[in-house]
Each structure stands twice: as structure tokens, then as C-alpha cells.
């Protein structure tokens, strides 16, 4: 019975408006000037498995990319979120008000045999938690698992990629500095390393923004949205090992052009100084 009723309140969801979502967003939007590429590519219609790169803490730019899909498309993708956000009281509760859920496989297929529109990030916590020198880095390890659930469903998956949000916050010192420290000694010495941190993984960053403040400083967010991939010739094959290393290394690839794509239109830009909305 509680899992029943639990399931029902994540399919019960209802999005916020786009009038509290652009009220909410309006300071963001002003100071990040949020420019999308790509939308064209998606359809409303089709239940769809977003898979985009997770940015530093994860937390500056989704919003703005949910925030345009209801605007354009009327959809509201549902995300997935790291165990780590939903053991945060208060945290989790905002989360589950913007319609994220638990990444499990269990929750994720839920929501796409109802039919509804799904986004994830397989890097996870650890690519949220980046280290110096990792921006836009895809750091997926050898996860297929997104992979997996698209083929059971036979959903397709649209890459997408955000810039701008790695630039806004600099990292001081990272989950690396602190488990080489005496902190880390301390930390793998009474096991909370491996217990809470997976190993020292799930240890945020130090950052500062702009000045020395953590105010992330004001740079542009860029966005676009990839072609569509189309996994209905997978269907049966989830467990097929080697399907789904190559349809993640597709979906991985495609991130990594447009992130490209979108590096050499900031670059333009700033060459000819322009800000841009």
C-alpha cells in the first residue's frame, strides 16, 4: 500500500505555471541571459529521455532548461535526481516540488510506461561534484543504465547540452585536495568516506563566484538541443551489453558536439562583444 500511494503522488505531479516559473527565474534569467538552440527538435508528442551534462552543482542551469520546454513545447520533463539530494531535508522537498524524483530504474520506469517525459543526468553526483580541470567533462564511468531503460521502453533519447554554468562558479579546492588532506585521512579512517561519500566522491567543492563571494558570477548560459535518437529497433535488447555501450557512446558524442557548437558561438560572440539575451 505505501508504495502504491507513493507511486501515485509521483505520477500525480502537477508542474509549476510558467507565469511562477518565470517570476521565480526572472533575477536568474536577467543575470545568466539563458539562449536556446535546437528546440525544434522536440517533440512534445513523443515521450522522450532527456539526457543532458551535469554542470557544476547542478543546480543554475535545469531550471532554465525546464522552464523553456514548458514554454515552447508544454512539457515539463520529470528529472531524476542522486539518493544524496533526496537525504537533505527541506532540499528534497523543493526538488519534489519542481517534479524531481529518485533516479532508480523502478521510478524511471514508472514514468515511461505512463508516457511522461523524462530527463537525466548519468553523471550523477560525481560529475556534479566536478575537480579542477573537469568542466563540461562527461564523467559517466561505464553507466548504461539510462541506456537501458530507453531500449526496455523503446523511448527516445534527445541529447542535449548546457554551457556557461562550469565559468560561473571557480573551484578552490575539490573532493580530491580534501581526501589527500588529514580531513580525508579522518574521513576514510572512521569510514565515512566509503559509508556517506561514496569513497570521497560525493564531496562538494569549495567555489567562489563572483569576486570571492559565492555568488556565481554573471555569465551567459547557453543551451541546445541535439537530434533525436530513436531506440525502438532496441526494444528487448536492454540487456544486450554491447547495444547499449554503443547507443551511450551515440548519445555521449552528441553531448560533446554540441557542447563544441555552442563554445564556438560564445566565442563569436564575445569576439564581437556582444552580450546577448
Not at 89 to 103: E, N, S
Not at 224 to 249: H, K, N, W
Amino acid at each position: 500500500m505505501k508504495r502504491a500511494a507513493a507511486d501515485g503522488s509521483i505520477l500525480a505531479f502537477e508542474p509549476p505555471s510558467q507565469a511562477t516559473l518565470r517570476r521565480l527565474l526572472a533575477p536568474a534569467r536577467a543575470w545568466h541571459r539563458p539562449w536556446f538552440t535546437g528546440l525544434e527538435h522536440v517533440d512534445p508528442a513523443r515521450p522522450t529521455l532527456f539526457v543532458g551534462n551535469h554542470t557544476l552543482y547542478g543546480v543554475l542551469d535545469v531550471p532554465h532548461v525546464l522552464c523553456e520546454l514548458q514554454r515552447v513545447h508544454g512539457i515539463f520533463p520529470r528529472t531524476l535526481g542522486d539518493r544524496l539530494h533526496f537525504a537533505v531535508p527541506l532540499w528534497r522537498d523543493l526538488l519534489t516540488a519542481v517534479g524531481c524524483v529518485k533516479g532508480t530504474r523502478e521510478n524511471c520506469a514508472l514514468l515511461m510506461r505512463a508516457g511522461q517525459h523524462v530527463m537525466v543526468f548519468p553523471g550523477g553526483a560525481r560529475e556534479v561534484f566536478k575537480r579542477k580541470g573537469e568542466s563540461y567533462r562527461l564523467i559517466w564511468k561505464e553507466r548504461i543504465g539510462f541506456a537501458q531503460m530507453a531500449a526496455a521502453f523503446g523511448v527516445r533519447i534527445l541529447p542535449f547540452a548546457s554551457l556557461g554554468a562550469d565559468d560561473a562558479l571557480h573551484i578552490d579546492v575539490d573532493a580530491g585536495d580534501v581526501m589527500r588532506s588529514r580531513v580525508g585521512a579522518l574521513l576514510k579512517a572512521t569510514g565515512i568516506a566509503d559509508r556517506f561519500l561514496r569513497g570521497g566522491e560525493e564531496l562538494p567543492p569549495l567555489v567562489h563566484g563572483l569576486g570571492r563571494t559565492p555568488i556565481p558570477a554573471p555569465e551567459k548560459f547557453y543551451f541546445s538541443f541535439g537530434e533525436p535518437i530513436e531506440t525502438r529497433r532496441l526494444r528487448g535488447r536492454a540487456d544486450d551489453v554491447a547495444a547499449m555501450q554503443a547507443l551511450r557512446a551515440r548519445v555521449a558524442a552528441s553531448i560533446e558536439a554540441q557542447l563544441a557548437a555552442l563554445e564556438r558561438v560564445r566565442a563569436k560572440e564575445r569576439a564581437t562583444g556582444r552580450r546577448g539575451a
